[in-house]
């Protein structure tokens, strides 16, 4: 697992490798990810962003950004915590993820950006 705090807000990455899977007639390794996000600051916060950077060995980095995550913009007060998964596909055995998030204060609905730690997607085989 790796942790991060950035303005008081605290994120921890747990990964999974779940397999191969075929499209389109390729080969990509699955991953899943799991996200804890915990409100230790004395505000109440919103998500309302999300940027990846996604590094396959093998193939060109991936940006993907936009509102929220998994369709949803949670609003944490001080010591709520939010988790959710999602996924991802790698034309290689190993890459990386890194990212951040946008937080809004509710307070003074001003934006920050909370760093998601740079966490390791790799096969068992490859782990050791």
Avoid: H
């Amino acid at each position: 697992m790796v942790e991060q705090i950035t303005k008081g807000i605290k994120i921890s990455v747990k990964t999974k490798y779940n397999g191969v899977s075929y499209r389109n007639n390729r080969l990509y390794y699955v991953f899943a990810y799991f996200i804890t996000i915990e409100n230790k600051s004395l505000d109440t916060v919103k998500l309302t962003n999300r940027y990846w950077k996604i590094f396959d060995s093998l193939n060109k980095t991936e940006i993907v950004n936009g509102e929220g995550v998994i369709g949803q913009t949670p609003i944490l007060k001080p010591n709520d915590n939010y988790s959710y998964s999602s996924g991802c596909f790698l034309e290689s055995n190993i890459g990386a993820m890194k990212g951040y998030y946008t937080m809004q204060n509710a307070e003074n609905y001003k934006d920050f950006k909370v760093i998601i730690p740079t966490f390791q997607l790799a096969t068992p085989t490859t782990s050791n």
